[in-house]
């Protein structure tokens, strides 16, 4: 569980490196419960929970399963899995291991999201949230 949490974090690389941690600390098929303020995505000129939502997941992304996201007035929920490796039973995570390797290589293959490019224009775009993978 982490529930604001990472908009605490002052630096956007900080907050790339936490959510990279989170998927490094879960074992194959662990869940994540990840909530932040959704003001934070939503006033940000360099972020938008579509993009966020690409970082959380996806090949350029870190890698989880986004199993069900939630949007209230005020918060963004996030349910993410770190998905299972290939294996010969489909369900069947608990023999899984990451090597060493793979981990880094897991962190140096982000290209996409390495710098903060302005996405939203204008003044109502006033909070400075950015995440650098």
């Not at 490196?17 to 879960?26: A, C, D, E, I, T």
């Not at 194959?28 to 940000?44: D, E, M, V």
């Not at 390797?101 to 939203?120: D, G, P």
Request: charged share 25%.
């Amino acid at each position: 569980v982490c529930s604001m949490v990472i908009n605490c974090v002052t630096k956007p690389e900080d907050r790339g490196k936490m959510l990279s941690l989170l998927y490094q600390h879960l074992r194959p098929g662990g869940y994540c419960f990840l909530t932040l303020p959704l003001l934070c995505l939503k006033q940000s000129p360099y972020i938008t929970p579509k993009i966020f939502l690409e970082m959380l997941s996806g090949n350029e992304g870190l890698g989880f399963d986004a199993v069900e996201t939630k949007e209230s007035p005020k918060l963004a929920f996030y349910i993410l899995k770190k998905p299972c490796k290939k294996s010969s039973k489909a369900n069947d995570c608990s023999s899984i291991e990451t090597s060493h390797k793979e981990k880094l290589s897991r962190n140096t293959n982000k290209t996409k999201f390495k710098s903060m490019a302005i996405v939203n224009k204008g003044k109502k775009f006033r909070n400075k949230f950015a995440v650098i993978l």
